[in-house]
T-cell receptor
């Protein structure tokens, strides 16, 4: 089991460029999430998905779009990158949650720098 | 007030020491809580869950004080390998779905 994988691991973009981050999980999890982590701040939820074909906005969705065409994949897109989007991006997944089971499994992260 | 607040540290302790971190949360309706561990430049991983007054797992003890709305993590007999950032995590119900609110983390450095 690879768990949660992310592609790419590192990327440098120029302002205005676009890119897609790919997340894949092999645990058959229903829920998937995209977070960003900035120094001195907790992980902040960008978008999430509760199942194939569904997506929803999280805490900081502006400037990002997502798609979940297949259950195992969750894509995060930046249409026009800005320096404020320089961050470490983590994807996570979890099984159908109850109030007592919220363990999320994280990918290794993507370090994105926007110049 | 932030939804989840932690002392950022760093806590610098010698091997064998006992160290405790506190975390305060604002949502009094939260029922369960979590501590995640994050090593430098790595992803967070679940360390412990706290559902009632507390939970113990080997050298680690998590305690919950609902009246004061804080959670603590106690590490006894610290090891060099305990050096990491510890994230306090509080679930929050939103539209029938439990999302996780992460604290910014407390950094622990254990030295020989």
């Amino acid at each position: 089991n690879a768990g949660v994988t992310q592609t790419p691991k590192f990327r440098v973009l120029k302002t205005g460029q676009s890119m897609t981050l790919l997340c894949a999980q092999d645990m058959n999890h229903e829920y998937m999430y995209w977070y960003r982590q900035d120094p001195g701040m907790g992980l902040r939820l960008i978008h999430y998905s509760v199942g194939e074909g569904t997506t929803a906005k999280g805490e900081v969705p502006d400037g990002y779009n997502v798609s979940r065409l297949k259950k195992q994949n969750f894509l995060l897109g930046l249409e026009s990158a800005a320096p404020s989007q320089t961050s470490v991006y983590f994807c996570a997944s979890s099984s159908r949650t109850s109030v007592f089971n919220n363990e999320q499994f994280f990918g290794p992260g993507t370090r994105l720098t926007v110049l | 007030r932030k939804e989840v607040e932690q002392d950022p540290g760093p806590f610098n302790v010698p091997e064998g020491a006992t160290v405790a971190f506190n975390c305060t949360y604002s949502n009094s309706a939260s029922q369960s809580f979590f501590w995640y561990r994050q090593d430098c430049r790595k992803e967070p991983k679940l360390l412990m869950s706290v559902y009632s007054s507390g939970n113990e797992d080997g050298r680690f003890t998590a305690q919950l004080n609902r009246a004061s709305q804080y959670i603590s993590l106690l590490i006894r007999d610290s090891k060099l390998s305990d050096s990491a950032t510890y994230l306090c995590v509080v679930p929050q119900e939103s539209g029938g779905y439990n999302k996780l609110i992460f604290g910014a983390g407390t950094r622990l450095a254990v030295h020989p």
